[in-house]
């Protein structure tokens, strides 16, 4: 049952996790749109640099909203805290830092060094 239970409270962080995701993409949309009507004149360069750090953040939120929503489908079907490449148990450890973690450490380093 212990099993059960840490998965719980991971489904508890996992969505506050997401509503904390949700709530600065709809802040970094908002200042997308604030600051893309005619903004002419003085500064260009500034205003190209933001716009491009603001779509670059955008699409980092996009995609741990994505990562978060596919772990609470995971806790959902029973796979969540398994490794997608070896199956073994994911150590809790791990998935207190990184709740939307889908591969234990060694398959993450594999995964990561591409080989
Ligand atoms: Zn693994």
Avoid at 76 to 85: A, K, Q, S, W
């Amino acid at each position: 049952m212990g099993r059960k239970r840490s998965s719980v409270d991971n489904l508890a962080k996992l969505q506050d996790a997401l509503a904390e995701a949700t709530q600065q993409r709809d802040m970094t949309l908002e200042a997308i749109n604030r600051s893309q009507p005619t903004t002419r004149g003085h500064h260009m360069a500034d205003v190209a640099d933001d716009s491009v750090s603001q779509q670059m953040l955008l699409e980092n939120l996009g995609k741990k909203i994505f990562a978060i929503q596919k772990s609470i489908a995971r806790i959902n079907m029973g796979t969540y805290g398994i490794c997608i490449d070896c199956r073994h148990k994911i150590a809790k450890s791990r998935l207190e830092v990184h709740p939307t973690a889908k591969r234990c450490i060694t398959c993450q380093e594999i995964h990561e060094n591409g080989s």
